[in-house]
């Protein structure tokens, strides 16, 4: 191997880099275990408060019975039959022809540990009509008699609820309770209503008034044959997510206001309602979430992803240096120097948690260029080619957190960096006799 420097150089710096992967996973793993603290924590506040919301309904729900006659053949060799009368039990489900819901919400942010959870407090104020047409009987000469009808409606967490709701459905203040259960209704809020009001034909206009608490997301079941939905917040930072995204929508930073309008022929809400039994089925709906904007984990954990790319290309500068420059670093140094590298995404995670991702990634980023230039000061002899050296990491670390920050553009980013290094290298090799450098003599060489 003596004879062939070059390529023991090389492969003792390609081994330092494989052996660097063992701490750069291990900082993957701490990533991933402050984020299931933070997950947790996140639960913790949702069962002390109250979890993710979704609002639904609501639903007029009017069980009947229809009663009707039928033959019965009691001797078939005979042809003799008699009558008999039958009593069958259904439910007749009336979903709003309009619903109108303008929905204010104000946020608080509350700490478990060092990890901040938003929750919220919300305001509903619907307006919508009903409209009964009555039941048509399903066999010849059936009667139909209305049981108990009920308005029902739903939240997915009901600790949330911060009162009573308001409900008021033609002129009439209606009483509203959880739901019986006796009487098998579909949603966990309902209200009874006097069976008079149920006359065919009838106009039935509501409202619904609810106070509403949650943690970090809310959402809505488009019911209506015509939803129209608004919802108006001081949160800067919204994501809209879920089947159906806003029609419209202000986001700046004094809060957001968004819209929705979503016709029942656009969705499958209402058939997916009808469908579900015992079991609830996951019915159409859209939300807002109210995240953060700067998920730290996530971001360290994607600058991670490009640690193997900083020791390769910091190796690789170094490498080509001792070529041009004449320098010599041992391979002990490599190691310092990828070990510096490595601390910086751990210095990274722990910062980020109490001082904010760009303050962290300037912090960190300061303390291992300071750290690298104050070493490589003794290693290459002089603080020129240290602070040499040091120029070319803060490009390198500049590039990164703009790829961080560009997530669309971090592709693109990324090839030119390494077109940009490639040349680069390219460039400054370009006279080198790597036949002489390797330690071999070039066949045929001519002077």
Same mark, same amino acid.
């Given at each position: 191997?003596?004879?062939?420097?070059?390529?023991?150089?090389t492969a003792v710096i390609g081994f330092l880099m494989?052996? *660097? @992967?063992?701490?750069?996973?291990?900082?993957?793993?701490?990533?991933?275990?402050?984020?299931?603290?933070?997950?947790?924590?996140?639960?913790?506040?949702?069962?002390?408060?109250?979890?993710?919301?979704?609002?639904?309904?609501?639903?007029?729900?009017?069980?009947?019975?229809?009663?009707?006659?039928?033959?019965?053949?009691v001797d078939v060799a005979r042809h003799i039959e008699?009558?008999?009368?039958?009593?069958?039990?259904?439910?007749?489900?009336?979903?709003?022809?309009?619903?109108?819901?303008?929905?204010? *919400?104000?946020?608080?942010?509350?700490?478990?540990?060092?990890?901040?959870?938003?929750?919220?407090?919300?305001?509903?104020?619907?307006?919508?009509?009903?409209?009964?047409?009555?039941?048509?009987?399903?066999?010849?000469?059936?009667?139909?008699?209305?049981?108990?009808?009920?308005?029902?409606?739903?939240?997915?967490?009901?600790?949330?609820?911060?009162?009573?709701?308001?409900?008021?459905?033609?002129?009439?203040?209606?009483?509203?309770?959880?739901?019986?259960?006796?009487?098998?209704?579909?949603?966990? @809020?309902?209200?009874?209503?006097?069976?008079?009001l149920l006359q065919p034909g009838a106009t039935l206009?509501?409202?619904?008034?609810?106070?509403?608490?949650?943690?970090?997301?809310?959402?809505?079941?488009?019911?209506?044959?015509?939803?129209?939905?608004?919802?108006?917040?001081?949160?800067?930072?919204?994501?809209?997510?879920?089947?159906?995204?806003?029609?419209?929508?202000?986001?700046?930073?004094?809060?957001?206001?968004?819209?929705?309008?979503?016709?029942?022929?656009?969705?499958?809400?209402?058939?997916?309602?009808?469908?579900?039994?015992?079991?609830?089925?996951?019915?159409?709906?859209?939300?807002?979430?109210?995240?953060?904007?700067?998920?730290?984990?996530?971001?360290?954990?994607?600058?991670?992803?490009?640690?193997?790319?900083?020791?390769?290309?910091?190796?690789?500068?170094?490498?080509?240096?001792?070529?041009?420059?004449?320098?010599?670093?041992?391979?002990?140094?490599?190691?310092?120097?990828?070990?510096?590298?490595?601390?910086?995404?751990? @210095?990274?995670?722990?910062?980020?948690?109490?001082?904010?991702?760009?303050?962290?990634?300037?912090?960190?980023?300061?303390?291992?260029?300071?750290?690298?230039?104050?070493?490589?000061?003794?290693?290459?002899?002089?603080?020129?080619?240290?602070?040499?050296?040091?120029?070319?990491?803060?490009?390198?670390?500049?590039?990164?957190?703009?790829?961080?920050?560009?997530?669309?553009?971090? @592709?693109?980013?990324?090839?030119?960096?390494?077109?940009?290094?490639?040349?680069?290298?390219?460039?400054?090799?370009?006279?080198?006799?790597?036949?002489?450098?390797?330690?071999?003599?070039?066949?045929?060489?001519?002077?």
């Amino acid at each position: 191997m003596n004879r062939f420097p070059l390529l023991s150089k090389t492969a003792v710096i390609g081994f330092l880099m494989v052996l *660097l @992967l063992i701490p750069l996973s291990m900082v993957r793993e701490v990533i991933a275990e402050r984020t299931a603290n933070r997950h947790d924590a996140a639960q913790e506040v949702a069962r002390a408060h109250a979890g993710t919301q979704t609002l639904t309904g609501p639903v007029l729900h009017v069980p009947y019975t229809e009663t009707f006659t039928r033959k019965v053949v009691v001797d078939v060799a005979r042809h003799i039959e008699r009558e008999e009368t039958v009593k069958e039990h259904r439910v007749a489900t009336v979903f709003p022809q309009t619903m109108d819901t303008r929905s204010r *919400l104000t946020t608080e942010v509350r700490w478990r540990s060092i990890f901040p959870v938003t929750v919220y407090n919300s305001r509903h104020d619907s307006a919508g009509r009903l409209v009964w047409n009555g039941v048509a009987p399903r066999e010849k000469g059936g009667q139909i008699t209305l049981g108990q009808p009920w308005l029902t409606f739903g939240v997915s967490d009901l600790r949330g609820l911060q009162g009573q709701p308001e409900l008021t459905l033609a002129g009439q203040t209606l009483t509203v309770t959880a739901a019986p259960a006796d009487a098998d209704l579909p949603l966990p @809020l309902a209200a009874a209503l006097g069976a008079e009001l149920l006359q065919p034909g009838a106009t039935l206009d509501f409202t619904l008034g609810t106070d509403l608490a949650g943690t970090g997301q809310i959402g809505f079941v488009p019911l209506a044959d015509d939803n129209k939905v608004s919802l108006v917040s001081a949160w800067p930072h919204p994501s809209f997510g879920g089947d159906f995204l806003p029609r419209q929508r202000t986001v700046n930073a004094h809060g957001f206001e968004a819209r929705w309008s979503v016709p029942s022929l656009s969705t499958q809400a209402q058939q997916q309602f009808l469908s579900q039994g015992k079991e609830r089925v996951t019915m159409d709906s859209f939300s807002v979430s109210l995240g953060d904007p700067v998920d730290v984990y996530r971001l360290t954990e994607r600058a991670t992803k490009y640690g193997l790319m900083f020791i390769v290309l910091t190796f690789a500068a170094f490498f080509v240096l001792e070529m041009v420059k004449r320098w010599r670093i041992h391979p002990m140094q490599y190691l310092m120097i990828g070990a510096a590298l490595v601390l910086f995404f751990l @210095l990274l995670l722990s910062l980020s948690e109490q001082l904010g991702f760009f303050v962290a990634y300037l912090a960190a980023s300061a303390a291992c260029i300071a750290l690298l230039t104050h070493y490589l000061r003794h290693v290459l002899g002089g603080w020129r080619p240290a602070l040499g050296i040091s120029g070319l990491l803060v490009a390198l670390y500049g590039v990164l957190y703009g790829i961080l920050q560009s997530e669309d553009n971090a @592709l693109v980013m990324g090839s030119l960096l390494l077109f940009g290094v490639l040349a680069a290298v390219m460039v400054a090799t370009r006279k080198i006799d790597w036949y002489s450098v390797m330690g071999g003599r070039e066949p045929g060489a001519h002077a």
